[in-house]
């Protein structure tokens, strides 16, 4: 399977071709030429996302349909796991605290596309990443 991207929204449509009755099922299939603003993340690319969950492994964020996975590792080095706080955060000295709800801005270092899986009830591949905050400009924002 051939992964393009994911459909965020249809801009316009510029031609929709004659249908094509499915044998029995009463389904037609069109086909159309369309312009649409697309998700399709590439290494190196920085992408703002939203922190859905932190653990001492590093913290998981979501863009849309893309899950990006930041690893305690590729985290600045002053950011430290708390084990004891509720909800489980990375504090910082400078009071920059990655907790689940909290946006930020990663640098994707690698893709992954599962073909297998079936996201959000749409007939199209799961697409994750692995992103980094070791670099400048990069980190939580409000």
Do not use: W
Request: aromatic share 10%.
């Amino acid at each position: 399977m051939f992964f393009l991207g994911y459909i965020i929204k249809v801009v316009s449509i510029l031609d929709v071709g004659q249908g094509k009755i499915m044998p029995g099922t009463g389904l037609a299939e069109f086909r159309s030429r369309y312009q649409a603003i697309v998700l399709k993340p590439f290494n190196g690319e920085v992408i703002d996302a939203k922190i859905t969950n932190v653990n001492k492994m590093g913290f998981f964020a979501e863009v849309g349909p893309l899950s990006i996975f930041v690893s305690s590792h590729l985290l600045p080095i002053d950011y430290k796991f708390q084990p004891d706080a509720n909800p489980p955060e990375f504090t910082s000295p400078t009071d920059q605290n990655l907790v689940k709800g909290r946006r930020v801005r990663v640098r994707i270092v690698g893709t992954r596309v599962d073909a297998n899986e079936i996201v959000r009830a749409c007939h199209s591949p799961s697409q994750f990443a692995i992103g980094t905050m070791k670099e400048d400009y990069l980190g939580p924002f409000d």
